[in-house]
């Protein structure tokens, strides 16, 4: 199963944007049910998001809805509202405990997954347990509030350690790659490309993203570039010429170089 590169975010009391979310070309679109909706707002927006996948067919895996946390009041109504809709996807906030992935995966149809963010300290010592929760397909690392959870100044050297537990935990549980966080500035093209190659360096496939302009230089930053699609390809071929030994480029070709050019191919016909 090819996994989606960008997670397009779209408030859930805003119906009106709900089917240009869709439209934008996101790999997934997720429905927020928790910080973009005032408390007092999410009961109505339960009922648009109702309404909404009600009166249309849901694109399998392409829809989901990020529920309020298990510790809060809404918790249950926003598993009630996924069961009711057969919405195929929940993005858990604040996920620490196998048995609130389990509460959500109680809701969903057969075939549903959860993609828990990791962004608690709690959550990231638990982040084992976490990803390898039956159900959760893929963890989200929610950079934002952990960065204030734990007062970080800001530099993302204070991410690099969760960001590799999460990588490790979720090749451990023999899930998908994490799924990085939000780039707030959404004019910045310049903090969204280093922000992707922190992302992809630290072992990431995905990113949330909370605009359209985002898409593009997201999708196009988990993907390989021409060059490493034509070295993968050489390396391939003469690996399979049979000749034993070989060199590509001037450097021995070894298993784990051979790995790595059909981890580039596989990516590159995702």
């Keep these: 199963m090819t996994l989606p590169l960008t997670y397009l975010f779209v408030p859930g009391d805003r119906p009106d944007r709900f089917g240009k979310a869709l439209a934008a070309g996101a ?18 927006a339960r009922e648009h998001i109702r309404a909404w996948t009600m009166a249309r067919s849901m694109p399998t895996g392409g829809v989901l809805v990020r529920v309020n946390d298990a510790a809060t009041p809404w918790f249950e109504a926003d598993l009630a509202l996924v069961r009711a809709a057969g919405i195929g996807g929940i993005m858990l906030p604040k996920a620490e405990r196998s048995a609130d992935i389990a509460r959500c995966v109680a809701a969903l149809p057969t075939g549903g997954f959860v993609l828990p963010i990791i962004e608690t300290a709690r959550g990231v010592v638990n982040v084992d347990e976490v990803a390898g929760t039956a159900g959760v397909q893929r963890l989200v690392f929610g950079t934002l509030d952990y960065a204030v959870e734990l007062d970080l100044s800001g530099d993302e050297r204070g991410l690099v350690y969760p960001a590799c537990r999460m990588a490790l935990a979720s090749k451990v549980a023999g899930i998908g790659t994490p799924v990085a966080g939000v780039t707030p500035d959404i004019g910045n093209t310049d903090k969204l490309a280093s922000d992707l190659a922190f992302a992809r360096a630290c072992g990431f496939g995905a990113k949330l993203c909370i605009h359209p302009q985002q898409l593009a230089v997201t999708h196009q930053a988990f ?30 070709v070894d298993r784990p170089v051979v790995l790595k050019a059909r981890s580039i191919l596989d990516r590159a016909r995702g």
């Design 27 to 44: 790999g997934a679109v997720i429905v927020d049910l928790e910080d973009a909706v005032a408390p007092n707002a999410k009961g109505a």
């Design 223 to 252: 993907l390989p570039t021409e060059a490493e699609i034509a070295w993968a390809r050489r390396v391939v071929a003469a690996v399979e010429s049979g000749k034993g030994a070989v060199q590509v480029d001037g450097k021995m």
